[in-house]
């Protein structure tokens, strides 16, 4: 996305300050907590940084930031998709239910990109638009995977995860299930990530708004160059006779 824009006051708010520091060295870190330390109006720039994922309440941290924002300030966040880690998800899943007769929550759930998008508008945005970014990686095992999602903060914290110790023949058969199913040409499993980016305004009267419906001057079929058929016309290809 190409913003023509200078922000004079950008806010950074993720779990990664140090990082996003070096990054963004003229923002304001702020921690990703329940509550965000902003004031209303206080940043023109506000990127929450793969933290939404992790939030209780997504709503309120969209909130939050929107009330941060001054009028027309921009809001940029980065999240993880719904299709994200698909493959390890169906590989846990089968090898459960092979090895222990059941299943239970091993990978968190993920947002999808149309009910983020309807969180946005829920949080008041203005012209709010949702893209998805797929990116697909490779490891040389399932485990590997696991490693690096451990490294990156991103290990299973659900509530309502199992608690016993996990008997090792699941991730085995796991691992197994994994390679049969999402092997790359090199001998390798690949792993999907979805990274899911929201942009939106805080609204301000300067900018575009909607028409009322009804009161558009300029008929479609005009504007495309193009013959418009009416639905009882038989005397056009797909015309309908008209019913007595």
Same mark, same amino acid.
């Given at each position: 996305?190409?913003?023509?824009?200078?922000?004079?006051?950008?806010?950074?708010?993720?779990?990664?300050?140090?990082?996003?520091?070096?990054?963004?060295?003229?923002?304001?870190?702020?921690? *990703?907590?329940?509550?965000?330390?902003?004031?209303?109006?206080?940043?023109?720039?506000?990127?929450?940084?793969?933290?939404?994922?992790?939030?209780? *309440?997504?709503?309120?941290?969209?909130? $939050?930031?929107?009330?941060?924002?001054?009028?027309?300030?921009?809001?940029?966040?980065?999240?993880?998709?719904?299709?994200?880690?698909?493959?390890?998800?169906?590989?846990?899943?089968?090898?459960?239910?092979?090895?222990?007769?059941?299943?239970?929550?091993?990978?968190?759930?993920?947002?999808?990109?149309?009910?983020?998008?309807?969180?946005?508008?829920?949080?008041?945005?203005?012209?709010?638009?949702?893209?998805?970014?797929?990116?697909?990686?490779?490891?040389?095992?399932?485990?590997?995977?696991?490693?690096?999602?451990?490294?990156?903060?991103?290990?299973?914290?659900?509530?309502?995860?199992?608690?016993?110790?996990?008997?090792?023949?699941?991730?085995?058969?796991?691992?197994?299930?994994?390679?049969?199913?999402?092997?790359?040409?090199?001998?390798?499993?690949?792993?999907?990530?979805?990274?899911?980016?929201?942009?939106?305004?805080?609204?301000?009267?300067?900018?575009? $708004?909607?028409?009322?419906?009804?009161?558009?001057?300029?008929?479609?079929?005009?504007?495309?160059?193009? $013959?418009?058929?009416?639905?009882? *016309?038989?005397?056009?290809?797909?015309?309908?006779?008209?019913?007595?």
């Amino acid at each position: 996305m190409m913003v023509n824009r200078t922000f004079t006051d950008p806010v950074v708010v993720s779990g990664f300050p140090d990082l996003w520091g070096e990054l963004m060295p003229s923002a304001r870190q702020v921690t *990703d907590g329940e509550v965000l330390g902003l004031e209303t109006g206080s940043c023109d720039l506000l990127v929450h940084a793969m933290a939404l994922h992790w939030a209780d *309440d997504p709503v309120g941290q969209l909130a $939050q930031a929107r009330h941060a924002l001054r009028p027309d300030g921009l809001f940029i966040g980065f999240s993880f998709g719904g299709e994200t880690l698909t493959e390890l998800r169906h590989a846990l899943a089968a090898a459960e239910t092979e090895v222990m007769g059941g299943l239970s929550p091993r990978v968190a759930p993920m947002g999808e990109i149309r009910d983020m998008g309807s969180l946005m508008q829920r949080a008041g945005f203005a012209l709010p638009v949702a893209d998805s970014l797929p990116l697909n990686a490779s490891y040389e095992t399932m485990f590997h995977l696991m490693r690096d999602l451990r490294a990156m903060g991103e290990s299973n914290v659900l509530a309502t995860r199992h608690r016993a110790p996990t008997p090792r023949q699941l991730f085995l058969r796991a691992a197994e299930e994994y390679a049969r199913t999402h092997s790359t040409e090199d001998g390798r499993v690949g792993a999907t990530f979805e990274i899911l980016v929201l942009t939106g305004w805080a609204p301000d009267a300067s900018q575009p $708004q909607p028409l009322r419906p009804g009161s558009a001057t300029t008929r479609l079929a005009d504007a495309l160059g193009s $013959q418009e058929i009416g639905l009882n *016309d038989p005397a056009q290809p797909g015309g309908m006779p008209k019913k007595d």
